[in-house]
């Protein structure tokens, strides 16, 4: 099936610290969107994206639909300890019937 | 109501019994999705319904994975004959039309003893 790749899967962060990660795709994508899940919690939506090129952002968070609709990235700045969790990227191929296809996650946690 | 409702939270089940689990979607959402996640891994896609049918029911692991939805709004997905490997949380999500944002409920983790 489809496959985004979502990068990197895990990560260390120290408080102050901005913070990157990435999905990419061989597909073109009509809409990518950012979540961020807590243990024992759903995900809940952060950033949604719809055309190429856009940036948005939410807070300290920014997110990019990239220019080539095959990627995104979301960026936390001046990390705090709460932003500690998995974030997921999703999105919605072109063309497909609606399915959200969702990378494997980018898991932050506190440097010791 | 204000967000998906999940129900129920939790589910333990006896290998070989069905289940059935439910979901309420946003008020006046159209689309709605039923995703997977086992301990510690991504979600999984099962199915979507736009409305009351499924366009893509393509994730469903096996035959004995089924679901509905009536009326557009809730979503029922039923596990016959449980296997240990079906343990996992179970997230519903919805979205005002297919493309829009798609919020999560809870979800329901069943667990198969």
């Known amino acids: 099936g489809q496959q985004l790749n979502q990068s990197p899967q895990s990560m260390f962060i120290q408080e102050g610290e901005d913070v990157s990660m990435n999905c990419t795709s061989s597909s073109i994508f009509n809409t990518w969107l950012w979540y961020k899940q807590d243990p024992g919690e759903g995900p809940v939506l952060l950033i949604a994206l719809y055309k190429a090129g856009e940036l948005t952002s939410n807070g300290r968070l920014t997110a990019q639909f990239g220019t080539t609709r095959k990627d995104s990235f979301l960026n936390i700045s001046a990390s705090i300890p709460s932003d500690v969790g998995i974030y997921f990227c999703?999105?919605?191929?072109?063309?497909?019937?609606?399915?959200?296809?969702f990378g494997k996650g980018t898991k932050l946690s506190v440097k010791p | 109501g204000a967000g998906v409702s999940q129900s129920p939270s939790n589910k333990v089940t006896e290998k070989g019994k069905d289940v059935e689990l439910r979901c309420d979607p946003i008020?006046?959402?159209?689309?709605l999705y039923w995703y997977r996640q086992s301990l510690g891994q991504g979600l999984e896609f099962l199915i979507y319904f736009q409305g009351n049918s499924a366009p893509d029911k393509s994730g469903l692991p096996s035959d004995r994975f089924s679901a509905e939805r009536t009326g557009g709004s809730v979503s029922t997905l039923t596990i016959q004959r449980t296997q240990q490997e079906d343990s996992a949380v179970y997230l519903c999500?919805?979205?005002?039309?297919?493309?829009?944002?798609?919020?999560f409920g809870q979800g329901t983790r069943l667990t198969v003893v």
């Open positions: 999500a919805s979205s005002l039309v297919y493309g829009a944002e798609a919020f």
């Open positions: 008020s006046g959402h159209t689309a």
């Open positions: 999703a999105g919605q191929l072109r063309g497909s019937q609606g399915n959200l296809i």
